[in-house]
């Protein structure tokens, strides 16, 4: 059977994590073929040009013309094509849905068997019009979510062809978490090193609570006579005026972020309460925990479901906490290696990306 995948582009966090890298386990069951939206040079450059307005818009309106034409081409063409499944990660057309691309898409979606994932409240994010959001809903075969708030922003009579899904890392499967701590814990006595994970669009939540860390590293250094370092593997460099609070930015690829996963002692995940964040599916956290690390994550959404609060890691329900779980993590090894081996275990159980490829393939169908 023929299965089309509709993504932005593999680059795309949510597009890889989602559904690029179990590709290679789904050929043996459809002939695939990818239908990637968006240029490569948009993500070259979206970070880069992310505090000039003039080249952000400019970027955008290029990016979008040339999206929006290449979509038409490729779901008119679809027409011409024995009826086959369509994999639809959050959109086929990005934002706006034009009268013509609408009666297109109609035919598309009545001729074929749609399974949609939804990993974010993309409505909240305006990344989907009001009209495809709809039709998608009506005509979807399945419909895979992270978790039930996703679901409840769908209409009830759609419920019964949801299906539950998490976001995680495939890298996390052959990791070996004993012999990793042995190098973590050669570092711990002198150096601690947190790290944050993601896009420049998140770093805002980052820099929120740059004060408590700075405070954390401050009394690490003085009280334990250690470093407090925070890895930042990103798309965009932060920069922020601090005395003890070592920070090292780090151009992200996939690669490198594996390997820094594998230094790390402790994973952030900082986020505001608001119906975009309630959306996440948390995969911070999750992709932390593959690695053995412990997590402090906010208080926040789905959060509360993939963190086992004081088992490996904490939920952070007000600013203080930060830095006094930081240090706590960073000045107690036993803690710390206790609170790592339940992170692995709990993504063992819940996270296992050999478990997801399985359902998924049973979704699909």
Not at 95 to 117: A, M, S, T, Y
Not at 246 to 261: D, F, G, H, M, P
Not at 323 to 334: A, F
Request: hydrophobic share 40%.
């Amino acid at each position: 059977m023929n299965l089309n995948i509709f993504i932005r582009h593999q680059t795309n966090p949510s597009n890889y994590y989602r559904i690029y890298q179990y590709i290679q386990h789904l050929e043996g069951n459809y002939a695939i073929n990818v239908v990637s939206s968006f240029p490569s040079f948009y993500y070259r450059y979206l970070g880069r040009f992310s505090k000039n307005i003039f080249l952000s818009v400019l970027l955008k309106i290029i990016t979008y013309s040339i999206v929006q034409l290449r979509l038409h081409i490729t779901t008119s063409l679809m027409l011409f094509q024995k009826s086959s499944i369509l994999f639809i990660q959050r959109e086929i057309y990005p934002r706006r849905l034009g009268f013509i691309q609408k009666e297109v898409l109609k035919r598309l979606l009545n001729r074929n068997k749609i399974i949609w994932d939804i990993d974010d409240n993309i409505t909240a994010l305006n990344e989907i019009s009001k009209s495809e959001f709809n039709l998608l809903a009506e005509k979807s075969a399945s419909i895979i979510v992270c978790h039930q708030f996703l679901k409840d922003g769908l209409e009830k009579k759609y419920h019964e062809k949801v299906f539950f899904l998490p976001t995680s890392d495939i890298e996390c499967n052959n990791f070996n978490v004993e012999e990793t701590n042995k190098q973590r814990l050669t570092a711990y006595p002198s150096i601690v090193k947190l790290g944050w994970l993601g896009t420049f669009n998140n770093l805002k939540f980052l820099e929120k609570i740059l004060p408590y860390l700075e405070k954390s590293a401050e009394v690490l250094k003085k009280e334990f006579g250690k470093y407090l370092v925070l890895r930042i593997i990103s798309d965009f460099y932060l920069e922020a005026n601090v005395n003890f609070l070592k920070i090292n930015n780090i151009s992200w690829t996939r690669e490198r972020a594996i390997q820094e996963l594998q230094n790390i002692h402790i994973g952030l995940m900082p986020l505001d309460d608001n119906d975009i964040t309630k959306g996440k599916c948390g995969f911070k956290a999750v992709q932390y925990m593959g690695f053995g690390i412990p997590v402090l994550a906010s208080d926040i959404g789905f959060n509360r479901e993939v963190i086992e609060n004081g088992r490996s890691g904490y939920l952070i329900t007000k600013v203080e906490l930060w830095m006094d779980k930081i240090i706590e993590l960073s000045s107690n090894e036993k803690r710390w290696l206790e609170f790592s081996k339940n992170a692995r275990t709990k993504w063992l159980k819940d996270f296992n990306t050999d478990n997801i490829i399985k359902k998924m393939i049973e979704i699909i169908g």
